[in-house]
């Protein structure tokens, strides 16, 4: 990677900007290919999921100015909500004052839970188990030779007991499992399955379910940035009030969950888009990062926002982020591996550091533009280019009838449906005569 930095992208024809991107990331041209067509075919999706009926496809946008580790990075997102990308870009870039992104991650251990049913002494049960924890870790061991052989395996057995249901008292044992760069479900239900037998026999009671967990509190990232407070000073904004400001916002969501619900939505805006065009399950992210955002027994925010000892504004974001680089989607999907091979991945790990780094530096920039102008100048100029296409403007009349709606300070799909009109009716009038 040459530089995740290219001014002047945005400004580039669309036409141009695949061969920029593959050059900035010393990549050949073809291998962005699959973007420019939607990276898949129906042939290929009949094998991916039930009852095919076609394809859906989302734009693909470039984050810049990315430093993860100090390495450069350009970031392909998969999302379909404007200011996103732009946001987390131009944060990105304020970050690179600052070093960018320092990211450290955990093992990717995953969870496998089985329900241990219908147990006569629960307490004693969860000895027992734990008397053969190491028969039965070699018993997980010996069901995937390859994932043990690059370092991979079982790790640890955990016993709970569940003392109060709706059913009364049960086990819960947990499997802690190495899956290197795998997401892991598969992998995890699978050791889960081999020892529900033991287990039922070790305990005396019936294991029900046997799947993994998507609360993956043993695989963590962990990002943070500075951004030198003379970097957030624009227009009438000084430096400080903007931290300050950003601060001030954290602290709502920070001790308040309804504020928290949409600061962590704004992380995830970023989190999901890189989870999405690297074929990984955004439903699976989602669900362990706001049920680890509630691990305190109350929904608070993912990130933190302080200032250091210089005036200076630091961020960081801590969440579970299970993905993987192999298996799944991400291997059967052209768009997907044109995504990790545009990042230079070569670890799921790697992938997870860019991907936290992505959703702090968009949750920068929701609560830079919350605590200045507002959230909605921004985000109103490219939401009014919807709804100008949804309006039926063409190519040459997007940028015009946006312009003229922000202006009004009315982006809606009727203004922009009489605004059509008056330019068609203007154009036909001024057209000039035959003859």
Known sequence: MSSSRIPGFYNTPLAQRPALAAAAAEQ???????????????????????????????????????????????????????????????????????????????????????????????????????????????????????????????????????????????????????????MGANAVNTACERLAPKIAIISGGRVHLRILSNLADRRLVRARCVIPVAELAFDDFAGERVRDGIIEAWAFAACDSYRAATHNKGIMNGVDAVVIATGNDWRAIEAGAHAYAARSGRYTSLSTWKKDRDGNLTGTLEMPMAVGIVGGATRVHPAAQAAVKLMGVRTASELAEIIVSVGLAQNLAALRALATEGIQRGHMSLHARQVAIAAGASSDQIDKIAAQMVAEKTVRIDRAEEILKEQTEKRYFNYPSEG
């Open 28 to 182: 050949p041209p073809e291998q962005l290919a699959p973007w420019s067509s939607g990276g898949l075919n129906a042939e290929a999706a009949d094998h991916m999921v039930e009852n095919v009926i076609g394809l859906h496809s989302l734009p693909v946008g470039l984050g810049l100015n990315f430093i993860v580790n100090g390495r450069e990075v350009l970031v392909p997102m998969v999302i379909e909500e404007p200011s996103v990308v732009a946001g987390a870009s131009f944060m990105a870039k304020l970050a690179r004052a600052g070093g960018g992104f320092f990211v450290t991650s955990s093992a990717p251990e995953m969870i496998g839970q089985m329900q241990v049913l219908e147990v006569d002494d629960v307490h004693s049960a969860r000895l027992k188990i734990l008397e053969q924890k190491s028969e039965l870790l070699a018993e997980a061991d010996g069901i995937d030779p390859l994932l043990k052989k690059l370092g991979g395996g079982s790790r640890d057995l955990e016993v709970r007991i569940i003392e109060e249901s709706p059913i009364g008292p049960f086990i819960v044992v947990h499997l802690i499992y190495d899956v290197r760069d795998a």
